[in-house]
């Protein structure tokens, strides 16, 4: 049973794994795990970054925005995953369903631009070291930042507009886990054609248009680490590089396998494993791959650890 008390006509069924009711409790106990480990480890790097003075740089400044980004949208999808998954009802109300699709894809749009414009500033910091503090200002990297935000949420409202207006004909049993667009187009009953194209094009301008821009930017930023004589100088700065397209990496290849194709050529499998890994997987490794890897972040985390240093916070 799918859904265990009376539910509203207007209530999305998500099946999500109910055809593998073996698979639940343990993915619920995955997804919980996954999901403290995000909170705690998007609110430490938001922490540090805004406390710590050593971190006050415009490269800490997007990472925190990239942090409060993920942490957004794990919370606007998986709580509502671990419901369905320890209970025996498997609905969201048709408020909530738009809700979480607004939000979650206005999320992943504002994440697709503030990717490129870290990328930017990776290239400021290496390629224009003498003008970076000018280029990349606190004014500038505050309008950049609002600006991303503001882009982002401005797609949803259009993309989720078009979606949640195509006909359904009482269709709402969604074999999916959350509210995204594809899954809610294969609950249309009229011709989708043009919503797809429509949604592609955006699609693709926010897909597409941002990590083209990011290849052709760290193309400059290779020639400029090739004249490094420095072999440290020369790591120094590939290493500082290395985290972002890692995230770049995991972020757009999810992304892009899951808009830039017709909805109607959505495989409800692999629909589903890619939803896991850029809803979940990806939010919970960012902030430990940018830890991991980065002294600065590592030392500020160790120092937070210290009464002095909420002492001097004060």
């Given at each position: 049973?799918?859904?265990?008390?009376?539910?509203s006509?207007?209530?999305?069924?998500?099946?999500?794994?109910s055809?593998?009711?073996?698979?639940?409790?343990?993915?619920?106990v995955?997804f919980l795990v996954?999901?403290?480990?995000?909170?705690?480890?998007?609110i430490?790097?938001?922490?540090?970054s805004?406390?710590?003075?050593q971190l006050?740089?415009?490269?800490?400044f997007?990472?925190?925005n990239?942090?409060?980004l993920?942490?957004c949208?794990?919370?606007?999808?998986v709580?509502?995953?671990?419901v369905?998954?320890?209970?025996?009802e498997?609905?969201?109300?048709?408020?909530?369903?738009?809700?979480?699709?607004y939000?979650?894809?206005a999320?992943?749009?504002?994440?697709?631009?503030?990717?490129?414009i870290?990328?930017?500033?990776r290239?400021?910091a290496?390629c224009?070291?003498?003008h970076?503090?000018?280029i990349?200002?606190q004014?500038?990297?505050?309008?950049?930042a609002?600006?991303t935000?503001?882009s982002?949420?401005?797609?949803?409202?259009?993309?989720?507009?078009?979606?949640?207006?195509?006909?359904?004909?009482?269709?709402?049993?969604m074999?999916?886990?959350?509210?995204?667009v594809?899954a809610?187009?294969?609950l249309?009953?009229?011709?989708?054609?043009v919503n797809?194209?429509?949604?592609?094009?955006?699609?693709a301008?926010l897909?597409?248009v941002p990590l083209?821009l990011?290849?052709?930017?760290?193309v400059?930023?290779?020639?400029a680490?090739?004249r490094i004589?420095?072999a440290?100088?020369r790591?120094?700065?590939?290493?500082t590089?290395a985290?972002?397209?890692?995230?770049?990496?995991?972020?757009y290849?999810?992304a892009?396998?899951?808009y830039v194709?017709p909805?109607?050529?959505?495989?409800?499998?692999r629909?589903?494993i890619?939803?896991l890994?850029?809803?979940?997987?990806?939010?919970?490794?960012n902030?430990?791959i940018?830890?991991l890897?980065?002294k600065?972040?590592?030392?500020?985390?160790?120092?937070?650890?210290?009464?002095?240093?909420?002492?001097?916070t004060?």
């Open positions: 049973m799918w859904v265990s008390n009376q539910s006509l207007d209530d999305f069924i998500l099946l999500g794994f055809d593998r009711s073996w698979l639940e409790t343990p993915l619920f995955i996954a999901y403290i480990s995000a909170l705690f480890g998007n430490s790097v938001i922490l540090v805004r406390l710590d003075p006050d740089s415009p490269m800490y997007f990472v925190s990239l942090s409060l993920d942490l949208f794990t919370t606007s999808t709580p509502q995953m671990l369905n998954l320890w209970g025996p498997k609905t969201i109300s048709y408020g909530g369903c738009v809700a979480q699709l939000i979650s894809l999320l992943g749009s504002t994440e697709c631009i503030l990717l490129a870290m990328a930017f500033d290239y400021a290496i224009k070291p003498l970076y503090p000018i990349m200002n004014r500038r990297c505050i309008h950049m609002t600006g935000w503001i982002g949420f401005a797609n949803s409202l259009v993309q989720s507009t078009l979606t949640v207006l195509t006909p359904r004909c009482g269709q709402r049993v074999d999916h886990f959350f509210c995204e594809p809610l187009l294969k249309a009953c009229t011709d989708t054609h797809e194209a429509e949604l592609n094009v955006l699609g301008l897909l597409l083209s990011i290849l052709g930017i760290y400059f930023i290779a020639r680490v090739m004589r420095s440290e100088s790591w120094k700065a590939f290493n590089c985290s972002h397209l890692l995230v770049v990496s995991l972020f290849f999810t892009i396998t899951m194709q909805p109607s050529s959505y495989s409800r499998d629909g589903k890619m939803a890994f850029y809803g979940i997987v990806t939010p919970t490794l902030p430990f940018y830890t890897r980065n600065d972040v590592k030392a500020a985390l160790r120092r937070a650890l210290t009464k002095e240093f909420w002492v001097r004060r």
